[in-house]
C-alpha cells in the first residue's frame, strides 16, 4: 500500500485518534498544525464524521498492539467511511497485522511521517501543551522494542525547540510538557537537556514546564541545579523497574537500587514537595517471591509517591523473549495488585500533606485542575470568566475522593 498526494479542498474534515504514550500525544499535535497547514479543519464531535482520518499506534506492548488494531478497525467501519490513514509505530513493529484490514486507505512509514512534521508548529488540544523535544533510544533494557521502534537517540534542534515554545506561549498555553522517548539523551551539539531548560526559562512570560520520564542516570546534577527554578514543575517521573538488583541486571538497567535512592534524596534536597514517581514491572522472568520481596522492601525506604505498575508481557525481538514467561499469570495479577495498594496509600499519604496548602495549578476542562506536584483537584467552584490552560493559585482542602481547590489568585496572562 503506497502512499499517495490527497487533494485538500475548502471545508474539507480530519480528525486524529491517538493511542499511547505522550510521545505520540505529542506527534499528533504536530500532525495537526500540518493538517490545519493543508486546509483541512479539524473535527472532534464524537458524532461527527470527518473526510479523512488518522489513526496514531503504539505498539510497545501487546495491549497497546490490541488497542490500535481495535481503533483501526473500529474507524474502518464507519459510515460513511472516511479515507484512513495509519502511521506511528505499529507499522514499524507489525505491519503484517494491518495488510488483512479493509478499509485502510494508506500507511505512513516513519520516514514519512517525520517529512511531514519536520518543520510545523504544534496545535495542542489540551490545557497543557506538549511538546516534542527528543526521540530515539539506544538502550539495550532487555524487555523493551522502543529502540527497534523509534531508531537512535535524536534531539529537536535548540533553535526550533524555542520557536516552538514561544508559538506555545503566544497561543495562551502556561504549562508546557517536554517529552521524549528518552528525554534525558537530549543532546544537540553542546546543548543537553538542562541547558535546553535554562534557554526557555530565559524566556519572558507567566509559565510552568514539566518534564516527562527521565531514566535515573541520566538525571545529572547540572539537571538538579536547573530544576530549582520554581517555574519546573515540582513532579517528577523516574523508571525504576523493580527492587532487587539481581533484576536490574538482568534487565540490563544502568543503576542498582542504590544509586535510585541516592537520586531520589538528591531531587527532594532541591524540590522538598516533589511529587516523585516510578515505573515498575512485575512478574519478569526470574522474580521469585524472594526477588518481589526486595522491590517490596526497597519501596518502604525510599520517598515515592506513587507508581505505574505492568505486569510483564514478553515481546518478540526482545533479549528477554527467549526467557520465556515463566511467572505464572495469577502470581503476577496478585503482585500488581500489591504494589496498586502500595502506591495508592502512598499517593493520598502525599496529597494529606498539602491540605490548607496553596499551589499553583492548571485549569483542566470540566472543573478540574492539575497542581505543579501533581495534584488532581476539583475546583469548587470554578468562575466561568477563567478558561482552560491558565495558570492559578488554589488553596486545596480536602473532598470526597480526592483534593478540591478554591482559586485564590487568577493571576494573568
Not at 486507505?105 to 517525520?114: F, H, L, N, V
Not at 538538579?224 to 523497574?241: E, G, K, Y
Not at 506513587?306 to 505486569?311: D, G
Amino acid at each position: 500500500m503506497t502512499a499517495v498526494p490527497f487533494a485538500t479542498e475548502p471545508g474539507r474534515t480530519a480528525c486524529i485518534a491517538t493511542v499511547g504514550c505522550r510521545l505520540n500525544q505529542a506527534e499528533s499535535d504536530l500532525l495537526r498544525g500540518w493538517l490545519q497547514t493543508q486546509g483541512f479543519r479539524l473535527v472532534n464531535d464524537p458524532g461527527a464524521i470527518p473526510d479523512l482520518c488518522f489513526v496514531n499506534t503504539c505498539a510497545v506492548t501487546a495491549n497497546a498492539e490490541k488497542s490500535s488494531l481495535a481503533l483501526i478497525r473500529s474507524v474502518c467501519s464507519l459510515n460513511p467511511k472516511p479515507r484512513v490513514i495509519v502511521f506511528g509505530c505499529l507499522p514499524v513493529r507489525a505491519p503484517e497485522l494491518l495488510k488483512n484490514i479493509p478499509g485502510i486507505d494508506e500507511i505512513w512509514t516513519a520516514e514519512e511521517k517525520k517529512s511531514r512534521l519536520e518543520d510545523i508548529l504544534p496545535a495542542p488540544v489540551r490545557s497543557r501543551a506538549l511538546l516534542k523535544v527528543q526521540d530515539g533510544c539506544d538502550r539495550t533494557c532487555s524487555f523493551c522494542v522502543v529502540r527497534q521502534l523509534r531508531g537512535a537517540p535524536a534531539a529537536v534542534p535548540p533553535e526550533k525547540v524555542l520557536s516552538q515554545f514561544q508559538h506555545l506561549l503566544q497561543s495562551g498555553y502556561q504549562e508546557i510538557v517536554l517529552t521524549g522517548l528518552n528525554l534525558g539523551r537530549y543532546e544537540s551539539g553542546d546543548c543537553n537537556l538542562a541547558r535546553l531548560l535554562q534557554l526557555l526559562l530565559a524566556q519572558p512570560g507567566r509559565f510552568r514546564l514539566r518534564l516527562a520520564s527521565i531514566e535515573p542516570d541520566l538525571f545529572t546534577d547540572e539537571l538538579l541545579t536547573v530544576i530549582a527554578d520554581p517555574r519546573i514543575c515540582s513532579h517528577f517521573h523516574i523508571p525504576l523497574q523493580s527492587g532487587d538488583d539481581r533484576l536490574l541486571v538482568t534487565m540490563d538497567r544502568r543503576y542498582r537500587t542504590g544509586d535510585y535512592a541516592r537520586l531520589i534524596n538528591k531531587i527532594l534536597q532541591v524540590k522538598p514537595d516533589a511529587c516523585i514517581g516510578a515505573d515498575v514491572i512485575v512478574g519478569y522472568p526470574g522474580e521469585d517471591e524472594r526477588s518481589f520481596r526486595h522491590t517490596l522492601d526497597f519501596l518502604e525506604t525510599i520517598p515515592l509517591h506513587y507508581l505505574h505498575v505492568f505486569p510483564y508481557s514478553p515481546r518478540p525481538q526482545t533479549p528477554a523473549y527467549g526467557l520465556g514467561d515463566p511467572v505464572p499469570k495469577p502470581v503476577k495479577q496478585h503482585r500488581v495488585q500489591l504494589l496498586r495498594q502500595w502506591s495508592d496509600r502512598r499517593r493520598q499519604a502525599y496529597a494529606r500533606r498539602f491540605i490548607s496548602t496553596v499551589r499553583e495549578a492548571v485549569l483542566e476542562p470540566d472543573g478540574r485542575a492539575l497542581t505543579d506536584n501533581y495534584l488532581r483537584l476539583t475546583c469548587e467552584p470554578l468562575p466561568a470568566e477563567i478558561p482552560a490552560g491558565r495558570l492559578v493559585r488554589l488553596m486545596l482542602k480536602p473532598a470526597e475522593d480526592r483534593l478540591a481547590g478554591r482559586v485564590i489568585d487568577a493571576g494573568s496572562g
